[in-house]
């Protein structure tokens, strides 16, 4: 199984303001997903991010918003641009399959808007 | 699109006793993989179970059971001799290998709660 950290853990922002959210994995992985868990609700998958090309994003989330990068295969940002109340939500990094298809998750970034 | 329904937004049992979870899902494909996911209040979301389409057998992990019914598209999720440990919300998830690049589709959640 792989181990993932997220950066930060939580924090309060000012509506108009951007976060960016750190995600290391301890391993090299091809794929890693973001997905939002908003206050009581599941989780929705944001985008899908290769590294070495671009994020693929889910119907109603776009690349403005929330940019991602993959530099290499154990790391990944994701942005949360021009926030607003409705942003808050616990943001989670993934990563891609192994043999069993399994993702594994990282604790999860809990973002307050202001 | 694949959907997943979770029909019971929260489920009390007995410490000791056994609980089921229902889940339901909607597809097309013929292969693919059902999860259950925990997530306690810490947040981390822990794997319980899984179980590949492509296997009639029922998937077991220790008291952690499914009933997976393939032509009924149910995957249900048994709990037994349920622990104060177990209190979490549960997630069931889809996912299909096929394409390479799905994330995982999730239900709502059942938020269990454990009667001491």
């Known amino acids: ?114 | 699109a694949q959907t997943v329904t979770q029909s019971q937004p929260e489920m009390s049992v007995q410490e000791a006793e056994t609980v089921t979870l229902s889940c339901t899902y909607d597809t097309s494909e013929s292969d693919y993989y059902l999860f259950w996911y925990k997530q306690p209040p810490s947040r981390q979301m822990i794997l319980v179970i899984r179980q590949e389409a492509y296997k009639q057998q029922n998937a077991t992990e220790n008291r952690f059971s499914v009933n997976f019914q393939k032509a009924a598209k149910s995957f249900s999720l048994k709990i037994s001799d349920s622990q104060l440990g177990d209190a979490a919300m549960y997630f069931c998830a889809y996912t299909s290998p096929l394409g390479g690049a799905d994330g995982l589709t999730f239900g709502k959640g059942t938020h269990l709660i454990i009667q001491p």
């Open chain 1, 1 to 114: 199984s792989a181990v993932i950290s997220q950066k930060p853990s939580r924090d309060i922002c000012q509506r108009g303001t951007s976060l960016t959210i750190q995600c290391q994995v301890d391993s090299q992985v091809t794929m890693m997903f973001w997905y939002r868990q908003q206050p009581g609700q599941s989780l929705t998958l944001i985008a899908t991010a290769n590294q070495g090309s671009e994020a693929t994003y889910e119907s109603g989330f776009v690349i403005d918003k929330f940019p991602i990068s993959r530099p290499n295969l154990t790391f990944s940002t994701l942005t949360v641009s021009n926030m607003s109340p409705e942003d808050s939500s616990i943001y989670l990094c993934s990563t891609g399959r192994d043999r069993y298809n399994e993702q594994f998750f990282g604790p999860g970034t809990r973002l307050t808007v202001l």
